[in-house]
């Protein structure tokens, strides 16, 4: 069990060293320079610009830059070109606002799912079970910005609240209250938003994995023995019917970076996914490094839990 | 004379494919006696499996469908029972052991949890009277260390293990009857010698009436009171043990005993039946075996066979060799 985890966790650094050589090589290879952001811009003398590569290091040799980029990265040094922050606190500030996005979009898709999926499967081919596949299909084959702007229309014209940002603007006045509603109903079109494609998928998947359990033998003979269906159904063909998911629960967790680049950026909400995109778009290495290095400790992370879990969950792996 | 306790009455059960419709049992009927020991013969894909299910109501529907027939259980017929009366009958009063020993335990769930579970589903009873019990049964189909290996699961069980677990899952109700759908077919030569006899004398012991289903004649001969020879969909001729094995009535039962190895036979080739079992969805008009039968004349190929008497319970659905006999 132990050996398992020490093994398992050296195994993540080293793939973890690759991808960071992977990615730094991919973002130098890739055509276009910081330096060059805008040669038309009369402040961008050619002595600034051998300032800036001086202080950037891009002078030296590329393993160097290597080297000291994450050299900077572990002790904190690394800021953005663009505005001279430094990049962790602006990250660990895009984090912020991004996880109660993250948060109520994931609970809404796990959550639902399960239920919708499960129940189609039980029920497969009956009025339940075709509405709920056709709505799927139909949410999985209309872009997600269609449904918001749908949805936004509907919300602001009918309902009267505010959705856009993270929050109202002048309502710092406000008494608690107000403001947490407020709050609430900012979260609340995004999240909901950004959890229909996941609800949409997910419980096809569900239900697919179900009705595979359902068919095999030992459901048969949970039923041969007289069980009742709620036990044939949640006990011994759900608990098997689950398995798979564990592995996608691990899964979840780089979805706090780089599932909401839309959605963020329809709600204007000052997220993860919008800073990483834009930092990709004005060519701010460190920024976009870290947010790729943030992302593969994330992955290889939750790919740990996901082995952990199944190792909990399914009696068949032992060490 | 006897009432049976389980009477099939030309029973139909057909699949219905997108554009097919198999007849996978197409009119069974047999009887089950109290304390008597039935075996069900017949090739693969004759319908044996599904006859079986059917009489518990676990053939998938759909895409079967019951198109006929009746199951009588102590008088009361199945097919009408609802859901509920259909539980407190499944493992309670008829038990079943399926074909697959490898697949038809549950991998995520201890062997005590589902035995002790197959117990609790029928009877009120104390936690550590269950537990003595499941050990017990444990122990009676001959697993050794039978308090730890309550807690193993599935995988770490062997083929032959897991089949007794199954076997003690269904006769842990003590049920009336016991359905055994081959249950040593998939496993080795050895271990199917030392299961048929374990369950032979446990339903002896515990005067059980068995329905047992095999494509094996050879178990047959072993076990059997009376046997019922299948063939596609329909029963081609039934008797009691001795009258099926030495006179046997029917050309499908002649072919089948004539393709059993034997010690006569040594160094001699064995017979087979030429041709296979038609396909349920495009069965031959007339009998089903007309088209490997060599006794063939012009009604086999147009009519049905209708029940032929051979007196004392032997029953054969083949005219043409019952009028060459007279
Ligand atoms: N779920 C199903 N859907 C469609 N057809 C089925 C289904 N189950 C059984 N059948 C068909 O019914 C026919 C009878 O099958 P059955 O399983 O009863 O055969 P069997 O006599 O038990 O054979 P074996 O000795 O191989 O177990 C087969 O032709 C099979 O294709
Ligand atoms: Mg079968």
Redesign the pocket.
Known sequence: MLSFIGRSIIQKIVTLFFVSVVSFLIIHLAPGKPSQIDPLNPKFTPEILERFRQEFHLDKPLYVQYLLFYKGLFTGETVSWKDNQSVLKKIWERFLNSLPLFIVGTILTWTLSFPVGIRSAIFRGGFYDRSATFISYLLISVPGFFVAYILIILVVTQLHVPVFGMETFGLQMASWPTKLMDRVWHLLLPSVLGATGGIAVLSRYVRSQMLEVEGQDYVRTAKAKGLPPDQVHYKHALRNALLPFVTMFGLILPGLIGGSVIIESIFAWPGMGRMAYEAILARDYPVILTVNFISAVLVLAGTFVSDLLYLVVDPRIRL | METPLLSVQDLRVN?I?DNTV?R??DGVSFDIFPGETVCLV????????????TILGL??MP??KVMGGKILFEGSNLLEQGEEEMQKIRGNRIAMVF?EPLTSLNPVFTIGDQIEEAIKVHEDIEPEILRQRSIQILKDVGIPSAETRLRDYPHQLSGGQRQRVLIAMALSCCPDLVIA??PT?ALDVTIQAQILSLFESLQKNWSMSALY?T?DLGVVANIADRVYV?YA?SIAEQGNTLQIFNEPRHPYTQGLLASLPSRSKRGKRLHSIPGAVP??AHKPRGCPFHPRCQFTVESCRSRFPEVCDYGKGHLSRCPVLYEKQE
């Open positions: 699949f494919g198999a996978a049992v017949g090739e693969s894909g004759c319908g044996k499996t599904v006859s079986a299910l053939v998938p895409p079967g074909q759908d081959e077919t289903i494509h299948m969909g396909n349920p």
